[in-house]
């Protein structure tokens, strides 16, 4: 079964950051899209980032761009989100997300496999 893990929510102050983590298992990881995802009440659930595995192309929001940056451990299949200069819109939960194939942009490609989520709230 395929398995991804989310770590490294919480709460901090609006211009502080966060590192969230998420170690995929049971997945064929090396030549495929891992995405960050987050949903916030009362909105709709929107793509913050991704990455294609083989190439570390990178896609983002706009609404994170400059702020957030993901990368990737591939010998460890994790990917984190790196996010700084947090703002209270970035209050949300952040799922991270993994299809197959190489078209990974996390506004339009649809992500098979979930993970559970972690919160971050910034105030």
């Known amino acids: 079964d395929v398995q991804l893990v989310e770590s490294g929510g919480g709460s901090v102050q609006a211009g502080g950051s966060l590192r969230l983590s998420c170690a995929a298992s049971?997945?064929?990881?090396?030549?495929?899209?891992m995405g960050w995802f987050r949903q916030a009440p009362g909105k709709e659930r929107e793509g913050v980032a991704a990455?294609?595995?083989?190439?570390?192309?990178?896609y983002y929001a706009d609404s994170v761009k400059g702020r957030f940056t993901i990368s990737q451990d591939n010998a460890k299949k994790t990917v984190y989100l790196q996010m700084n200069s947090l703002k209270r819109e970035d209050t949300a939960m952040y799922y991270c997300?993994?299809?197959?194939?190489?078209?990974?942009?996390?506004?339009?490609?649809?992500?098979?496999?979930w993970g559970q989520g972690t919160q971050v709230t910034v105030s």
């Open positions: 997300a993994a299809k197959d194939g190489s078209y990974c942009d996390p506004a339009r490609a649809e992500y098979k496999y």
């Open positions: 049971g997945y064929t990881y090396s030549s495929n899209c």
């Open positions: 990455i294609f595995t083989r190439r570390g192309s990178t």
